[in-house]
T-cell receptor, first 115, second 113 residues
Framework: SQQGEEDPQALSIQEGENATMNCSYK?????LQWYRQNSGRGLVHLIL?????REKHSGRLRVTLDTSKKSSSLLITASRAADTASYFC???????????????FGQGTILTVHP | DAGITQSPRHKVTETGTPVTLRCHQTENHRYMYWYRQDPGHGLRLIHYSYGVKDTDKGEVSDGYSVSRSKTEDFLLTLESATSSQTSVYFCAISESVGTDTQYFGPGTRLTVL
């Protein structure tokens, strides 16, 4: 399988703490994306980082990408109970510039934030 | 939310029957995708479309076919449903290859008895 591996599979923290989720992959990428899924809902795009970028911020989210280690991390700062969800990394294929936008998803991290 | 709807939202069917799931978008996006989501497997790509009448296979395409006769509609057909196809099916759309962000529909929960 060329799916990304996510770590940890589950994370339980208290409100106000930071949450860090990691994603590793095996093949070269065009970009890496993070998505969030609330229970029973579809996925929502959070952030995209391209292979030539090392760090990106969006509100309380910080994503890093290390292409030499083939890994990425998502940091959620000052977590809230409403951040409780599953988080997925998705690897955007590097196919000579004609990837048609295909993504390969990891198995996800279940984040629980206790009030 | 992006203008993506899926129908039906829930379906229970019996083994051997044909099933068609519909994805409809109002965003005029070129690219459309069908995924299935199962515990322990994350999301896996079944088929995708890069234009009207242009489709290709994904990671888990066996037992599934698709059609796209209009920009806004992407149909997923299970010709003869099996219990292993019990899953939650998500449709996604993307505006361009360069953007690569995908927007997901609400999902269809399919149970094959």
């Amino acid at each position: 399988s060329q799916q990304g591996e996510e770590d940890p599979q589950a994370l339980s923290i208290q409100e106000g703490e930071n949450a860090t989720m990691n994603c590793s992959y095996k093949t070269s990428i065009n970009n890496l994306q993070w998505y969030r899924q609330n229970s029973g809902r579809g996925l929502v795009h959070l952030i995209l980082i391209r292979s030539n970028e090392r760090e990106k911020h969006s509100g309380r989210l910080r994503v890093t990408l290390d292409t030499s280690k083939k890994s990425s991390s998502l940091l959620i700062t000052a977590s809230r109970a409403a951040d409780t969800a599953s988080y997925f990394c998705a690897r955007g294929e590097d196919a000579g510039g004609t990837s048609y936008g295909k993504l390969t998803f990891g198995q996800g991290t279940i984040l629980t934030v206790h009030p | 939310d992006a203008g993506i709807t899926q129908s039906p939202r829930h379906k229970v069917t019996e083994t051997g029957t044909p099933v068609t799931l519909r994805c409809h978008q109002t965003e005029n996006h070129r690219y459309m995708y069908w995924y299935r989501q199962d515990p322990g497997h994350g999301l896996r790509l079944i088929h995708y479309s890069y234009g009207v009448k242009d489709t290709d296979k994904g990671e888990v395409s066996d037992g599934y076919s698709v059609s796209r006769s209009k920009t806004e509609d992407f149909l997923l057909t299970l010709e003869s449903a099996t219990s292993s196809q019990t899953s939650v099916y998500f449709c996604a759309i993307s505006e361009s290859v360069g953007t690569d962000t995908q927007y997901f529909g609400p999902g269809t929960r399919l149970t094959v008895l």
